[in-house]
C-alpha cells in the first residue's frame, strides 16, 4: 500500500443488516463521499436528510 492511497471499508456488522458504516480514509475521501451521497456538509455540522 502507497501512502497516498485511499481506504474505503465496510465495518458494520454481518450483512444483511438495516444499516451499514463504511469508513472512508485518504487523499480522495471528499471525492468517495460526494459520489456516495452526493454532497458532503459542513464539518461539525448535524443534518436531518
Not at 26 to 46: H, L, Q, Y
Amino acid at each position: 500500500m502507497i501512502l497516498s492511497d485511499s481506504i474505503v471499508a465496510l465495518s458494520s456488522g454481518r450483512l444483511p443488516a438495516g444499516i451499514a458504516v463504511i469508513r472512508i480514509s485518504g487523499p480522495k475521501t471528499r471525492f468517495v463521499v460526494e459520489t456516495i451521497a452526493g454532497s458532503v456538509v459542513k464539518e461539525r455540522r448535524a443534518v436531518y436528510r
